[in-house]
């Protein structure tokens, strides 16, 4: 059975007249409880799921259960460790498909999603929509045990950890634990000095991907990160977040010991050294030590005159 739209060819007529579908936009199978419609019955049957609760696939290795089986076959590979979608171009295997897609995308340099507030683009659409939200502030992701909300879901499910204390991640070599396994990884290289991620312009090398990412910058210019409400850009997404506050006037780092705020964290850190008197700058040439590093650079230069 040949497609009279291209050069595809089913053996099943079935088949055929669902391909069709992909040509023609037609989707006679709708829904009753709400307007969703589909081209393929089987879309259907998946769809109801959603307003039935069903969720007929068992994964037989723990207790999860699934509304397709897709998702299921997906899930399996948790467990199995299988990851049957290789890059042609390295090294790198992933479980789904997409992921493989997305991937690709940074060998390729392609980044289909543009933002149609500032320059920004991205290589996924999921990436795009999380940075929209940078834009107009929503934060839909909220914690049930406190006021915290997030952009994206994930931050929210790795946020929740830290009140269930489930699936910590912990460095065998001292009591650090994180709720993301990439960055337990990044901290261990604290411990070994690894640093695997080299400039392909200069002699630099860094212990984490996206400090590559921002350095790169120094050499390309680039300054992906603009202000809706000036024309100011930016390397790092966090200046502009930093900066965005000059506009709002938002202070959102407060002292414990008096009413000082501040617009960065880092401030906030070398502010509260005037309450508790820690000077973690120490010289290594006399006792002397210091609450800011500022001051341990000047401080040196006494030893070298």
């Not at 669902?18 to 023609?24: L, Q, Y």
């Amino acid at each position: 059975f040949l497609c009279v739209h291209c050069n595809a060819s089913f053996i099943i007529k079935r088949h055929l007249t669902d391909h069709i579908r992909s040509h023609t936009g037609e989707r006679p199978f709708f829904c009753v409880q709400c307007n969703a419609s589909f081209a393929k019955k089987s879309h259907l049957v998946e769809h109801v799921r959603i307003h039935t609760g069903e969720r007929p696939f068992s994964c037989v290795h723990c207790s999860a259960s699934f509304a397709t089986k897709k998702y299921l076959a997906q899930h399996l590979r948790s467990h199995t460790g299988e990851r049957p979608y290789s890059c042609v171009l390295c090294n790198a295997s992933f479980k789904l498909k997409g992921h493989l897609t997305e991937h690709i995308r940074t060998h390729t340099g392609e980044r289909s999603f543009s933002c149609v507030d500032c320059n920004a683009s991205f290589s996924r659409k999921a990436s795009l929509d999380a940075h929209l939200r940078s834009h107009t502030g929503e934060r839909p992701f909220s914690c049930v045990h406190c006021n915290a909300t997030f952009i994206i879901k994930r931050r929210l499910v790795e946020h929740l950890r830290t009140h269930t204390g489930e699936n910590l991640f912990s460095c065998v070599q001292c009591n650090a634990s994180f709720v993301q396994k990439s960055h337990l990884v990044e901290h261990i290289r604290t411990h070994t000095g690894e640093r695997p991620f080299s400039c392909g312009h200069c002699n630099a090398s860094f212990a984490k991907k996206c400090r590559l990412r921002e350095h790169i910058r120094t050499h390309t210019g680039e300054r992906p990160f603009s202000c809706v409400q000036c024309n100011a850009s930016f390397m790092q997404k966090s200046h502009l977040v930093e900066h965005i506050r000059t506009h709002t006037g938002e202070r959102p780092f407060s002292c414990a010991h008096c009413s000082a705020s501040f617009v960065q964290k880092y401030h906030l850190v070398k502010h509260i050294r005037t309450h508790t008197a820690e000077r973690p700058f120490s010289c290594i040439q006399c006792d002397a030590s210091f609450a800011k590093k500022c001051h341990l650079v000047i401080h040196i230069r006494t030893h070298t005159i």
